[in-house]
């Protein structure tokens, strides 16, 4: 009985087993875009859909419009150097007759602005006023600076300097004529001019306060 020679004869090509087939990847690992994984599908990969983060549902404009009238760096000596802090005076207003002004202080520029802006928020008053000027004259003054303010015709558009601007833009005024008097502090340009717009009074409540009739227009 002959044995079969297992053995390959001299010089036949080398048999080479078949490589396995590759296993297959799961759809959800796949995604929309197949094996590459992810793309810009829905699978769990990088190009998952965008989820709304806080900054977007915060980014709803607001009813307040804030201005910043201006910021100051105060700085501390101690042992190890210097140690420098911000003070930011914020005027915050609706445009509709209702203004507030506040200061905040903190070791950074944009939190001063933020307790600045919370502090004016706190103390908001309403103002009276007539279309988009003011009823009456109105003179005030707050330490050295003094803050001169007087109605104008519709088209006039507001004359004043940048910080009594600011406040007079933000509470609603779109015509006025103004005159800065004395000191040129801006908390205390700030403080006249909002003093002098608590001093305004419509013709029908000091009427309605004297116990007073205002009288009609004539008939014909």
Same mark, same amino acid.
């Given at each position: 009985?002959?044995e079969?020679?297992?053995?390959?004869?001299a010089?036949?090509p080398?048999q080479?087993?078949?490589?396995?087939?590759?296993?297959?990847?799961?759809?959800?690992? %796949?995604?929309?875009?197949?094996? %590459?994984?992810?793309g810009?599908?829905?699978?769990?990969?990088?190009?998952?859909?965008?989820?709304?983060?806080?900054?977007?549902?915060?980014?709803?404009?607001?009813?307040?419009?804030?201005k910043?009238?201006?910021?100051?760096?105060?700085?501390?000596?101690?042992?190890?150097?210097? %140690?420098?802090?911000?003070s930011?005076?914020?005027?915050?207003?609706? %445009?509709?007759?209702?203004?507030?002004i506040?200061?905040?202080?903190?070791?950074?520029?944009?939190?001063?602005?933020?307790?600045?802006g919370?502090a004016?928020?706190?103390?908001?008053?309403?103002?009276?006023?007539?279309?988009?000027?003011?009823?009456?004259?109105a003179?005030?003054?707050?330490?050295?600076?003094k803050?001169?303010?007087?109605?104008?015709?519709?088209?006039?558009?507001?004359?004043?300097?940048?910080?009594?601007?600011a406040v007079?833009?933000?509470?609603?005024?779109?015509?006025?004529?103004?005159?800065?008097l004395?000191?040129?502090?801006?908390?205390?340009v700030?403080?006249?001019?909002?003093?002098?717009?608590?001093?305004?009074?419509?013709?029908?409540?000091v009427?309605?306060?004297?116990?007073?009739?205002?009288?009609?227009?004539?008939?014909?």
């Amino acid at each position: 009985m002959s044995e079969t020679n297992s053995n390959p004869p001299a010089g036949a090509p080398e048999q080479v087993p078949a490589a396995a087939a590759p296993a297959p990847v799961p759809a959800e690992q %796949r995604g929309e875009r197949g094996e %590459r994984g992810g793309g810009r599908g829905r699978g769990p990969g990088r190009g998952g859909p965008r989820r709304r983060t806080d900054s977007d549902q915060s980014s709803e404009p607001s009813e307040f419009t804030e201005k910043v009238i201006y910021i100051n760096r105060s700085a501390k000596v101690v042992k190890g150097g210097r %140690r420098f802090s911000f003070s930011a005076l914020v005027v915050t207003g609706d %445009r509709k007759g209702r203004i507030g002004i506040g200061l905040g202080k903190a070791a950074e520029v944009s939190d001063a602005i933020k307790k600045g802006g919370e502090a004016s928020k706190q103390n908001m008053m309403s103002v009276s006023l007539t279309g988009a000027t003011i009823p009456h004259d109105a003179y005030c003054a707050f330490d050295g600076a003094k803050v001169l303010l007087r109605p104008a015709s519709p088209g006039t558009g507001i004359i004043a300097g940048k910080t009594v601007r600011a406040v007079l833009e933000t509470v609603g005024i779109k015509d006025v004529l103004s005159k800065s008097l004395g000191s040129k502090n801006a908390a205390n340009v700030a403080k006249a001019t909002l003093a002098a717009l608590q001093s305004l009074r419509l013709r029908e409540d000091v009427a309605k306060r004297r116990g007073v009739e205002l009288a009609g227009p004539k008939a014909a």
